[in-house]
């Protein structure tokens, strides 16, 4: 007496899943597609994101070694001037031979120092805030006494 199971509906189940997994990759590709039209938007409204600190370092060292390469010095005179440019492309090669293995090396040490160098400024901009804050306080209670605020000590400890 064996009972024996109806047939079951697998195809009917298979095809739920797969209409269940292409609305899945619909909703993942048109999210992708919003995406990728937004960051396009953002660079051309701003122009193409700045890249990590390292990178950052590279192009300044480029830059200043380009504008130092170029540079013509009159100071030195027409016979000199060839031998000073001379010297000049190579203390910037040798500079740049000594920075580019340190930037390879440690190239989130830059990103590490970029951030520490936003809080200290966060923090500077609070502290001149704050000071700002006291001294119009100070100002505006002696003016509605009608006294003269005159010169404030600061103290720079």
Do not use: C
Request: glycine fraction near 8%; avoid cysteine.
């Amino acid at each position: 007496m064996s009972e024996e199971l109806p047939p079951s509906d697998a195809g009917e189940h298979e095809a739920i899943d797969e209409v269940r997994a292409t609305d899945a990759d619909a909703w993942a590709t048109a999210a992708a597609e919003d995406l990728a039209a937004e960051k396009a938007r953002r660079r051309t409204q701003y122009g193409p994101p700045p890249g990590s600190a390292a990178e950052e370092l590279r192009k300044l060292v480029d830059n200043v070694a380009e504008k130092l390469s170029g540079l013509q010095s009159p100071l030195l005179g027409g016979i000199a001037g060839p031998a000073a440019q001379q010297v000049v492309k190579q203390v910037v090669q040798q500079a740049k031979a000594a920075v580019e293995p340190v930037i390879e090396r440690n190239p989130d040490v830059f990103d590490h120092l970029a951030a520490a160098g936003g809080e200290l400024l966060a923090a500077y901009r609070s502290a001149v805030q704050a000071q700002e804050q006291r001294w119009s306080r100070r100002d505006d209670t002696l003016r509605d006494k009608g006294e003269d605020p005159g010169p404030e000590r600061i103290d720079l400890d």
